[in-house]
C-alpha cells in the first residue's frame, strides 16, 4: 500500500505539475445553431516559451459545395480586418489580446446562418526571434462547422460525462477501500498494544509474586 501510495502522489504531482506549465490545444466546437453566435477556436501553443515570436493570423473559408477557400479574416499589430463582405459586422476577435505573440486565434461569429455551415481554415505566420536570426512557421488549422436549427447532445459531451462519474465513483470506491484498510490496521496494532502491555503486567505480577516467595523463604 505504500508503494501505491507513493505511485499516487507522483501521479498527481506530474498531473499538477502539466496544469501549471503546459499549453493545450482542445478542437474547435463544429456545431453551431442558427441565429446565435459561436466560437470558432483555433489554438497554437507555442512549444519553447523562452523565445521571443509574433504572429499574424488568417482565417479562410468554404462553404458546402464550394470548390476554393475565400479569405474572410485577418488579425496582424494593426488589429482585426474582416475580408469577405458575407461576413461584415458578424466578426469578433476571440483571441490572444495585448500580445504580439498570439497563440490563440479564436473568433467569434455572430449570428450564424445556415450558410456559414462548411470548412474553415485557420493560419498562424509565426516568427520566432533568435539572437541572430528569424526562424519562420506556419501552422494551420481546420474546423468543419454544421449549422443546425436546435441544439443536439453530441457523443462527445455524452462519454465525457459518463467518463467524469465513472472517475467520481472510482475515487469514491478506492478512498472507501482506503478507510476500511487504515481501520483494520489501526485496530490490529490496538489490539497489539493491548496484548503487549497486558503481558508486560502479567510478567511484572509474576516476577512482583516470585519476589515474595523468596522473602518468605528468608524470613523462614
Not at 453530441?154 to 459518463?162: D, H, M, N
Request: charged residues 20%; negative net charge.
Amino acid at each position: 500500500m505504500a508503494a501505491s501510495h507513493l505511485l499516487l502522489l507522483t501521479l498527481l504531482g506530474s498531473m499538477f505539475a502539466y496544469s501549471r506549465g503546459a499549453c493545450a490545444e482542445p478542437d474547435s466546437d463544429t456545431e453551431a445553431v442558427a441565429g446565435q453566435g459561436f466560437k470558432l477556436g483555433c489554438l497554437s501553443c507555442k512549444r519553447r516559451s523562452e523565445v521571443p515570436a509574433t504572429a499574424t493570423v488568417q482565417w479562410y473559408f468554404r462553404g458546402k459545395g464550394e470548390a476554393d477557400f475565400n479569405h474572410i479574416y485577418s488579425y496582424n499589430d494593426e488589429g482585426p480586418t474582416i475580408e469577405s463582405d458575407n461576413f461584415m459586422d458578424r466578426v469578433d476577435w476571440n483571441g490572444s489580446k495585448r500580445s504580439h505573440d498570439i497563440q490563440d486565434a479564436s473568433i467569434y461569429l455572430l449570428n450564424v446562418t445556415f450558410n456559414d455551415s462548411g470548412t474553415y481554415q485557420c493560419f498562424f505566420n509565426r516568427i520566432l526571434v533568435y539572437d541572430n536570426y528569424e526562424y519562420s512557421i506556419v501552422i494551420s488549422k481546420v474546423v468543419h462547422l454544421s449549422v443546425v436549427a436546435k441544439a443536439t447532445r453530441g457523443t462527445a459531451s455524452i462519454v465525457s460525462e459518463v467518463m467524469m462519474y465513472v472517475t467520481i465513483i472510482g475515487l469514491q470506491v478506492w478512498l472507501l477501500i482506503e478507510m476500511i484498510y487504515c481501520y483494520k490496521k489501526i485496530s490490529a496494532a490496538g489490539e497489539e498494544a493491548l496484548r503487549e502491555a497486558a503481558n508486560a503486567e502479567y510478567l511484572a505480577i509474576a516476577s512482583e509474586s516470585k519476589d515474595n516467595c523468596a522473602g518468605v523463604q528468608v524470613g523462614e
